[in-house]
């Protein structure tokens, strides 16, 4: 019975494999036309000049970050309510994807904070905490990768993933605090309304994008799972027959 | 379980931590050293400049105190696991938030016997007189360290059981301590400057808030951590 | 000729090495576990014909 339900299993991901490669080149596509169009139809910005473009990726990356490590929180709160496995890697997969995001959107700070201030770091409130982000959910991930036992790691990278996301209010006000005592907040320009199509359309496709990931990431952690108990079945099968 | 039986059981895990360390003292000393060690590297990293040391003192004191500090927490679970005496822990009946809160009080015994050595080193090392109102540096002093104990504990319920405890910890634990550091540091660095608590009060709500939120997730949490 | 072309063309660049590194990695990811998963059902039916 649990061959067949493997083998089903199987089945159903070799196609999903092909169905996934295709939607993938599909999202990319979609990604590269999204962009083509917020560059086509924007005009230099008056301060920023062509500059203003980094925007069509630098903000999509960060308002995905946030919703990868809202995915993160609900599942993982989702996961110590109902304790389903499900849960668990479904955050992970998000936690993942949204440390890919944050790593991206601290380079682009950096491709962005050179032209602009003349400097490739700023201690600005929004990238400081966006690295102390990128930090935290690290630090999930590298606890995931050095538990072995999966109901322990379930419900240790839960609590983390929850406590973290408890944190994120908190550290984002503190460096707001702390920078403006030091020195004026970089002028937060408010988007000219010629830009706001161009970045609401390059969010969305960075969520197909985001969405693409996680579920990807998912199901290849799942077959993970399958298969590791699939071992243990087969080393229990084993024994029997010896015993037998 | 009554109340009063869960506080007995807290009092009970604070009393059993803290007298194996008083037994060994070996803890306390080597962390105690090691808070100094950070101090006087730091002013060796800064420079001689005594207007330097002054102004970081504040930073380089909070990190000695993260620095040393950090080392205690996987101590306090390797001792139990040593022994397999968690498990023997786990099957007295009660809740499981009055372990954690007893080796949160042992801890926070143990990082403030820390803090008496540490801080008055850091005043003379970093050449700071102490201003007027001192007691109210101390009042911060203790807010950031329970936050720092708080998320300690919790955190070390599980990177001492993991492999790579010793670098798992801290690089769970400090990324969540940011807005401890921030606040802590610029408290104090506005009380020291004889600052009349305009700035620093804003930073003494939000290590407040801190605390709060981050005891109760913890006190809440702790339950699913330490049973698997 | 805008004048901070570099950037704009680096951010864009990186924006997609990045991306589609990630999701390269995820391709491998899954083969891999495709791989394990085809070993394990294999061990288990050879494990119940022995």
Do not use: C
Not at chain 1, 131 to 153: E, H, K, N, S
Not at chain 2, 62 to 84: M, P, T
Not at chain 2, 177 to 183: C, E, F, H, N, S
Not at chain 3, 16 to 42: D, I, P
């Amino acid at each position: 019975m649990g061959v067949s339900t493997a083998d089903l299993t199987m089945a159903s991901a070799t196609q999903s494999r092909t169905r996934g490669a295709w939607a993938g080149i599909g999202i990319f596509v979609l990604l590269a036309l999204t962009q083509w169009i917020a560059i086509s139809i924007s005009v230099p910005d008056r301060d920023m000049g062509h500059l203003q473009k980094i925007m069509y990726v630098h903000v999509p990356a960060a308002w995905n970050m946030m919703i990868a490590y809202f995915v993160v929180a609900i599942f993982s709160l989702r996961y110590l309510w109902k304790g389903q496995e499900r849960d668990d890697l479904i955050a992970a997969a998000a936690a993942e994807s949204g440390a890919v995001l944050t790593g991206l959107l601290l380079v682009l700070g950096m491709i962005w904070a050179k032209p602009t201030w003349g400097i490739w770091w700023t201690w600005d409130a929004r990238l400081t905490s966006s690295a102390v982000l990128f930090f935290m959910y690290v630090g999930y991930l590298i606890l995931r990768a050095f538990v072995d036992d999966p109901d322990r790691r379930a419900q240790w990278s839960a609590a983390v993933g929850l406590l973290g996301a408890l944190n994120v209010p908190i550290v984002y006000m503190s460096v707001r605090w702390w920078r403006t005592l030091h020195q004026p907040q970089s002028s937060p320009s408010t988007v000219d309304p010629n830009y706001v199509i161009g970045l609401r359309i390059n969010a969305i496709a960075f969520l197909i994008v985001l969405i693409y990931f996680i579920r990807h990431r998912y199901e290849s952690a799942k077959m993970e799972r399958a298969a590791d108990q699939l071992h243990e079945r087969a080393a229990l099968a084993t024994r029997g027959g010896i015993n037998a | 379980m009554t109340w009063s039986a869960e506080w007995r059981r807290v009092g009970a895990i604070v009393w059993k931590d803290l007298t194996t360390e008083r037994r060994s003292k070996a803890g306390v000393n080597a962390v105690a050293f090691m808070g100094v060690l950070v101090l006087l590297l730091f002013g060796f990293a800064l420079g001689p400049d005594t207007e330097a040391l002054r102004r970081a003192a504040s930073g380089a004191l909070w990190l000695a105190i993260l620095f040393a500090g950090v080392l205690a927490f996987n101590r306090s679970y390797q001792l139990e696991l040593d022994g397999g005496a968690l498990e023997s822990l786990l099957l007295y009946p009660g809740a499981r938030w009055g372990i954690y809160l007893g080796k949160l009080i042992a801890n926070l015994v143990f990082v403030l016997i820390v803090e008496v050595v540490v801080v008055p080193i850091a005043l003379i090392l970093y050449q700071v007189a102490l201003p007027p109102g001192w007691p109210a540096l101390l009042g911060v002093t203790v807010m950031g360290t329970i936050g720092f104990v708080t998320l300690g504990t919790f955190y070390a319920a599980m990177s001492s059981r993991s492999r790579a405890r010793e670098v798992l910890l801290p690089l769970l634990l400090f990324p969540m301590l940011v807005p401890v550091l921030l606040a802590s540091v610029e408290a104090l660095t506005g009380l020291l400057a004889g600052d009349p608590m305009r700035e620093a009060g804003a930073w003494v709500r939000l290590l407040g808030a801190f605390d709060i939120i981050f005891l109760v997730a913890s006190l809440l949490a702790f339950e699913y951590v330490i049973e698997v | 000729m805008p004048d901070n072309m570099p950037f704009i063309v680096a951010a864009f660049g990186i924006t997609w090495v990045v991306l589609l590194s990630y999701a390269w990695h995820l391709h491998r990811v899954r083969a891999e576990a495709q791989r394990r998963l085809r070993e394990a059902t294999e061990a288990l039916n050879g494990g119940g014909r022995a």
